[in-house]
């Protein structure tokens, strides 16, 4: 598979890069493996340095990355700078906080000077995709190199100048040579890199599929993996809610990325006594997306990354609507070069209509209406994704039955599900487990020792039980 930065915008090839050799491959395990057993040993405060100086670069050069990021992938140019600079506020906060969440902790035991370490694993290798091509990266790099791992990324094959800006924007904040590298390598390599022993640990954020082959290598060698896989996230309007703010957010939270997010809403679930003046507000804000020109700061939803997803998606639609789904609007590809795809709203779904079933990833959202709580509950969780949900009620009783209710990672009331540093991010059931960001993201990837000094009338005594 090419290494090439295709824009989907026009569909131009703008560059293409050689896969790595085996060869080379093996030259920079090497590399990663020299640079764990110093970079552990590094000083935290000195890890935690680069960190925050690989924040400061990536919030001076927020339009620079975020015009990179537009030309790979396509998202709107505003979206991409943002992206840069909420990847600042991570380093920021790892750089803040990792001596906290990596400080020895005391027990409290009779005749013993006990306590818990946090001791980084060594090389990870993080498998990371295209549609977040900054963030996703961050969000695993700056927890992971603050902890005193180093890191190998082998990035989506259609961002590899992100890849390499990733890498040269780690150098350049003073982490040492093969603290963070990147691998220009198709698929095909991974399991040989994660049997290695030189490697310690993955991360992946991808398909389900991806992340059943990453785990059941992982698994085969006995490794530490975290995997953040799809979703097809629930959003819930219940008659209570703020309704004008709902379906402001609700379209903001289904256009996000060009449709293209893990954690989009996908599936809008209404209260029936709201449910056709909903759809019929909803419908005209989606029609009034502006679809275009990624590059300029008027347009809403860009190309999706690359043709196969377009098909993908349209497929979907085809399916649903032969099933017996009535399309409100959209459904098609857009003429013209370029990967785009009008924003689409799909009504009178059955809970079997592909889009229910399958993650969509695109500006396509469903519509489905519910009795009560009890029956936007059952609604939302009749899924095998659980990564993120949103409701929209003032009610207590509804909030605090959507709050214990919703089987998902992330649940957000009144509001739009979004990663946030402070916050653990992750999935059940087929989307994923493990936690990334936070104290819980920051030791996913060290070994928690315990330390139990004993004094020595204690050993004596326990020997003599």
């Known amino acids: 598979m090419a290494i090439a930065t295709i824009n989907p915008a026009t569909g131009e090839r703008l560059c293409q890069y050689p896969e790595l050799t085996e060869r080379e491959i093996d030259e920079k395990l090497d590399i990663a493996h020299r640079a764990a057993q110093i970079w552990r040993k590094t000083p935290i405060e000195e890890r935690t340095r680069v960190v925050r100086r690989a924040g400061e670069l990536l919030e001076q050069r927020s339009i620079e990355y975020g015009r990179l990021m537009t030309l790979e992938m396509g998202k709107p140019i505003r979206a991409a700078i943002d992206e840069a600079k909420k990847c600042a506020t991570a380093c920021y906060y790892f750089a803040d906080h990792a001596a906290e969440f990596l400080t020895d902790e005391k027990v409290d035991a009779k005749d013993e000077r006990s306590y818990i370490a946090f001791e980084p694993l060594g090389v990870v290798l993080a498998v990371m995709p295209w549609n977040f091509p900054f963030w996703q990266v961050i969000r695993f790099a700056a927890p992971a190199l603050a902890a005193g791992n180093v890191g190998l990324l082998k990035h989506a094959s259609n961002v590899p100048q992100c890849a390499l800006a990733i890498e040269q924007l780690f150098e350049e904040a003073g982490a040492p040579g093969g603290v963070f590298q990147t691998l220009l390598i198709g698929s095909q390599p991974v399991a040989q890199i994660l049997a290695d022993d030189r490697v310690a640990a993955a991360t992946l954020t991808g398909s389900e599929g991806a992340g059943s082959s990453v785990a059941s290598i992982a698994g085969k060698h006995i490794k530490k993996t975290v995997l953040e896989l799809g979703g097809s996230d629930p959003f819930v309007v219940m008659a209570s809610a703020d309704f004008d703010a709902a379906v402001k957010t609700a379209v903001a939270a289904r256009a996000i990325n060009n449709g293209q997010s893990c954690i989009a809403a996908k599936r809008f679930i209404v209260a029936e006594a709201i449910a056709d003046r909903f759809t019929d507000a909803f419908v005209e804000r989606m029609r009034a997306l502006v679809v275009g020109d990624p590059m300029s700061e008027r347009t809403n939803i860009g190309p999706l990354a690359t043709e196969q997803i377009r098909r993908d998606l349209h497929d979907q639609v085809t399916r649903a609507v032969a099933a017996g789904a009535t399309l409100r609007l959209g459904g098609r590809a857009r003429d013209g070069d370029g990967f785009f795809y009008e924003p689409t709203v799909l009504t009178d779904l059955s809970s079997e209509s592909p889009v229910m079933r399958e993650e969509t990833f695109g500006p396509l959202a469903a519509i489905v209406r519910a009795r009560d709580l ?5 609604i939302a969780n009749d899924s095998r994704f659980g990564l993120g949900a ?76």
Do not use: C
Not at 374 to 378: G, K, L, T
Not at 422 to 430: H, I, S, Y
Not at 431 to 439: Q, V
């Open 374 to 378: 009890d029956h936007a509950i059952e």
């Open 390 to 465: 949103a409701a929209w009620t003032r009610d207590e009783d509804e909030i605090d039955g959507f709050s214990r209710g919703l089987a998902a990672g992330v649940i957000v009331i009144n509001g739009m599900v979004a990663s946030d540093p402070r916050f653990p991010f992750g999935g059940v059931k087929k989307s994923g487990y493990g936690r990334e960001l936070s104290a819980f993201g920051i030791r996913e990837f060290v070994n928690i020792k315990t330390v139990r000094v004993m004094q020595p009338e204690t050993a004596k005594a326990a020997a003599a039980e």
